[in-house]
Structures are given as structure tokens and as C-alpha cells.
């Protein structure tokens, strides 16, 4: 199997699939999740290849960007198998994205350090100054305020406290994106989500001090 021609293919499909997405699934951040699984992949060990190409493909089959995501999962496997891609990597890739966009309270843990290393990266796009950067354009894509300090105080408030309608950008920090650091996979994620929790931070900071207008 040519990897790197089944790597091109995967970047032609899902570009064909997501260029035009404005919710935050877009081309680039399946661009940026696959870069930095290649980066974790490489430090971890681990099998670089395959997780490039889940990376690349690991939104492919998603509720969000499929009205059935059942049979958007057959037509992926199909792709696969019809790309060149060895069955062991097909069923691994498959077990890797049906695991990652796993819905509920129950969700299995991801197996393998392939798995746990593309659900790292896709973590990790989701804080830092590219979290912070997507919090803002789906807030606004969803209509809903940067912050409002009635409903969101500074201290960290539990998700009941935030019901429906009551959400704004800031308040997401709180909900998912701090969050995020102590649900790290591998060494490497965790290491790098440290930096970006840091740097969250740091940003809220200074988002805070600039609404009360300190100089
Ligand atoms: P994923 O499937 O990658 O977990 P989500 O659809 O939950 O993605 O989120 C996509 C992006 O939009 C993420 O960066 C996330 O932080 C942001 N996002 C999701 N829900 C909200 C929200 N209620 N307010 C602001 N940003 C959100
Ligand atoms: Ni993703």
C-alpha cells in the first residue's frame, strides 16, 4: 500500500466533504488535528501513518456533517478498502473514529495509543490559541454573546449552572475547555495541553481585566 498516495486521497476527500463548513469542522481543523498527530505520533512511538490518516478522516463520518452517519461510516470503510488501504488498518481507523464520536455519558475508552494519540490531537485544537480562536467563530456562527458577566462569573461554575440559552463564549472556557488538559491520552498530549491550558489562561486574565476596563 502507498501510504503517501492514500494520504493525498484522504485529503481530497475530505476536502471535497467539509471545504464550505463554518461550525468549526472545517478542512483546516482536520489539517491542524492530523499535523498534530503526526507530531504526538512520532514522539509516542507510534504507528505515524495510521494516525495521520485517521486524523484526516476521524470527522468524515460525524453526526454534525452527516444527516446518517451510519451509512456515512459503510461509505468510509468502502473508501478505504477501495484506496488500497490494508483491512487491519481499515478496521483499526474505523475502531479509532467509532470510538472517538462515541455520544453519552458511557463513552468506551479509546484502545490503542493510535486512538489515544488522534483524540489527543483533536483535544488539543479544541484549546490553546486555536480553542480560543474556534470558541469565538462558533459562538458567533450560533448568534450567541462573547460574555456577559451575569452569567458568567470568573469562578468555575458547574455545567448545571449554565442551562440552555444561557451560554456565551466565555462560559464555554468553563464548560469544555479547561477541562480538556486532564482528559490527555499520552505524555506527549498531556505536555502539550499544559502549554495551551496556560496560555488559556492567561488570556482570561486578560480578557478580564480589559472588560473592567484596568490599564
Ligand atoms: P468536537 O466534535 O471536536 O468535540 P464540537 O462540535 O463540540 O467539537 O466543537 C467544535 C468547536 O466549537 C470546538 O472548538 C468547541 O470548543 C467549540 N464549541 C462547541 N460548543 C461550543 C459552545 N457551546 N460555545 C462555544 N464554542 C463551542
Ligand atoms: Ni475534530
Not at 108 to 129: F, M, S
Not at 161 to 170: E, F, L, V
Not at 178 to 193: I, S, V
Request: glycine letters at 6%.
Amino acid at each position: 500500500m502507498d501510504q503517501q498516495h492514500i494520504l493525498e486521497q484522504a485529503r481530497l476527500a475530505v476536502q471535497k466533504k467539509m471545504g464550505d463548513d463554518s461550525s468549526g469542522h472545517d478542512w483546516w481543523h482536520t489539517y491542524r488535528v492530523a499535523e498534530t498527530a503526526k507530531t504526538i505520533a512520532a514522539e509516542e512511538h507510534a504507528d505515524v501513518f495510521l494516525c495521520e490518516l485517521t486524523a484526516l478522516l476521524h470527522d468524515m463520518a460525524d453526526e454534525k456533517l452527516n444527516d446518517d452517519p451510519e451509512q456515512a461510516s459503510r461509505d468510509l470503510y468502502a473508501w478505504m478498502l477501495n484506496t488500497g488501504v490494508e483491512l487491519t488498518a481499515v478496521d483499526h481507523v474505523m475502531d479509532i473514529i467509532s470510538t472517538m464520536s462515541f455520544k453519552g455519558g458511557n463513552r468506551p475508552p479509546v484502545r490503542t495509543l493510535e486512538g489515544k494519540i488522534v483524540q489527543d490531537a483533536d483535544r488539543l485544537d479544541a484549546i490553546g490559541a486555536m480553542g480560543i480562536a474556534r470558541v469565538f467563530a462558533y459562538s458567533g456562527w450560533k448568534g450567541r454573546p462573547i460574555h456577559d458577566p451575569r452569567m458568567s462569573p470568573r469562578e468555575q461554575l458547574t455545567p448545571e449552572q449554565y442551562r440552555n440559552g444561557n451560554d456565551t463564549a466565555i462560559n464555554h472556557f468553563y464548560e469544555k475547555l479547561l477541562k480538556l488538559k486532564d482528559l490527555m491520552n499520552t505524555t506527549t498530549g498531556r505536555n502539550m495541553a499544559a502549554e495551551r491550558h496556560k496560555f488559556m489562561e492567561l488570556y482570561l486574565d486578560q480578557f478580564y481585566a480589559e472588560w473592567e476596563g484596568q490599564r
